[in-house]
């Protein structure tokens, strides 16, 4: 099945951005919908964005609309979290998940079932 590795993260202040990459090995994204999770110190790990197999349909976490943008691009097997207009808030370990098929409850860990190691973002104010 695929594998999943995440990269983009660092320290950033607040106010910037980063851009995070979830790219897949093994085999093609073709056919997966792919989430964004994050989970800070001492926290559960919550639902950040979502993207389906086609790219056409995206969620978001209330606590980052307008601010936070995923995308991907089938080709080159990635998918993107842009991050804008970074807070405190914002940090913790980002992790990317993946689910073949359709997404029914886009914001539940247990719909997916491939998860990546995890790239730490830590916004100072």
Do not use: H
Not at 20 to 40: D, P
Not at 105 to 116: C, I, L, P
Request: net charge positive; with cysteine; aromatic share 12%.
């Amino acid at each position: 099945q695929v594998q999943l590795v995440e990269s983009g993260g660092g320290l950033v202040q607040a106010g910037g951005s980063l851009r995070l990459s979830c790219a897949a090995s093994g085999r093609t994204f073709i056919g997966y919908a792919v989430g964004w999770f994050r989970q800070a110190p001492g926290k559960e790990r919550d639902f950040v964005a979502a993207i389906n197999w086609s790219g056409r349909n995206t969620y978001y976490a209330d606590s980052v609309k307008g601010r936070f943008t995923i995308s991907r691009d089938n080709v080159k097997n990635t998918v993107l979290l842009q991050m804008n207009s970074l807070k405190p808030e914002d940090t913790a370990v980002y992790y990317c998940a993946a689910r073949v098929g359709p997404l029914t409850n886009y914001d539940a860990r247990d719909e997916y079932g491939v998860w990546g190691q995890g790239t730490q973002v830590t916004v100072s104010s």
